[in-house]
C-alpha cells in the first residue's frame, strides 16, 4: 500500500501544531477514479475481458461481491498519483470523446476529493457493450438507482 503525506489547510491554529500524517490507501483513489469514470455517459463497464469473466464467474456461484475498483489501477508517490483506467465503452458512443471525457473527470474528481495532483491518467477501451447485452450489476457499496438514499 503506497501512502501519501497531506497538509491540509485548517482555519484553527492547534491544526499547525499538531504532528502526524494522513495515508490515503491506493483502494481509494481507485476507488474515487472509478466511480468517476462511471459517472461518464457512454461509459457500459470497468475492467478488461479478464476481470469482467472472473466478476462474472464469482457472480454466478454467489461468492464475493462485485470490486467497486474493477478496471483501475493506481500508483501514489509523493502527493502525486498515476492512474490507469480500462473501460467498456457503449455502442454508439464515440470513442475518443468518451476515452477524453473519461480521462478529465478522472483527474478531476480524484485532485478535487484527495488533493493530490494527478500526473497522469492512461485509458484503455477494452471493448464495446452492444444493444441488448446486460448490464453488470453495481459494486455492492455503490447504490443502485432503485435503492433510496
Avoid: C, W
Avoid at 64 to 84: H, K, L, N, P
Avoid at 87 to 112: D, I, L
Amino acid at each position: 500500500m503506497s501512502e501519501v503525506l497531506a497538509e491540509q489547510p485548517d482555519p484553527t491554529p492547534a491544526a499547525a501544531v499538531v504532528k502526524g500524517r494522513i495515508t490515503v490507501a491506493d483502494e481509494v483513489v481507485e476507488k474515487v477514479a472509478a466511480l468517476a469514470a462511471l459517472e461518464v455517459p457512454g461509459v457500459a463497464d470497468m475492467g478488461g475481458d479478464l476481470a469482467r469473466a472472473f466478476e462474472a464467474v464469482r457472480d454466478r456461484i454467489g461468492i464475493g461481491s462485485r470490486r467497486g475498483t474493477q478496471g483501475v489501477s493506481a500508483e501514489i508517490q509523493d502527493r502525486q498519483v498515476a492512474i490507469d483506467v480500462t473501460f467498456v465503452v457503449e455502442y454508439g458512443h464515440v470513442v475518443m470523446e468518451v476515452a477524453a471525457e473519461v480521462k478529465a473527470n478522472v483527474a478531476r474528481s480524484v485532485s478535487r476529493m484527495l488533493g493530490m495532483r494527478v500526473t497522469e491518467v492512461n485509458v484503455t477501451v477494452d471493448d464495446v457493450r452492444l444493444p441488448g447485452e446486460p448490464r453488470p450489476a453495481p459494486p455492492e457499496d455503490e447504490p443502485s438507482a432503485e435503492d433510496p438514499l
